[in-house]
């Protein structure tokens, strides 16, 4: 059976690099956060990779340095970001991949719970045509620092990807999810075709109980 739509996730997935963190470390260098933020940063990553993510104080963390700035000085800064730290982090074997499904005709779509400016760049860079990401909001061209719809983690992802399909007559049955953390294990229960790439020792375990096709990037 084809794959109609392969939906990649992004964060040691495709990249060999958590974003959310990087960009901390990036606006510390750059002086626009404080040093302490580091900390913080790895300490919400730590808790992502364990499922145990408090969404609501995350964000607060995460979104405010994008407070009361416009969305022109936020994409220059999100397009340094990806020059300087991310760029040189794409597994390689992922362009390969992604080279392959677009030649046979076979759509691909990145989806992440990465904010949709940080995720643009890698976007752009990877050739995908649709990006599915977290929303923030804006208002009068500043971005509030708010949430702007539904946070795209977990099961947050599975309500982007049933929209997207069901434009195009398709259910979950019909593509292919690519994720690498225990986050991505109910998109996989969910979908025809089970990917798990660059797994963690707990996504590793399932795939290998379910038989899931396992790939392993180089670094």
């Known amino acids: 059976m084809a794959i109609a739509c392969h939906f990649w996730d992004m964060d040691h997935t495709l990249i060999d690099n958590d974003c959310d963190v990087s960009w901390k470390d990036f606006l510390i260098a750059e002086g626009l956060a404080p040093e302490s933020a580091r900390d913080l940063a790895e300490g919400f990553f730590q808790d992502y990779l364990a499922g145990r993510l408090v969404v609501a104080d995350y964000l607060k963390f995460q979104l405010c340095e994008f407070r009361g700035r416009s969305e022109t000085e936020l994409r220059q800064l999100c397009l340094s970001h990806f020059e300087r730290i991310v760029k040189s982090r794409i597994y390689a074997e992922g362009r390969v991949m992604l080279a392959k499904q677009r030649s046979r005709g076979e759509e691909t779509v990145l989806i992440t719970s990465t904010n ?102 180089s670094k």
Do not use: Q
């Open 116 to 217: 949709r400016f940080i995720a643009e760049p890698v976007a752009a860079e990877l050739g995908f045509k649709t990006l599915m990401a977290t929303e923030l909001e804006v208002a009068d061209g500043h971005f509030t620092g708010e949430l702007g719809g539904v946070y795209c983690l977990g099961l947050g992802k599975i309500g982007f990807m049933e929209r997207h399909l069901a434009a195009c007559g398709l259910t979950l049955a019909d593509c292919a999810y690519y994720g690498d953390s225990s986050n991505d294990i109910a998109i996989l229960e969910r979908v025809g075709f089970p990917f798990a790439v660059n797994p963690g020792d707990k996504l590793r375990a399932t795939a290998l109980a379910r038989n899931w096709t396992i790939l392993d990037f």
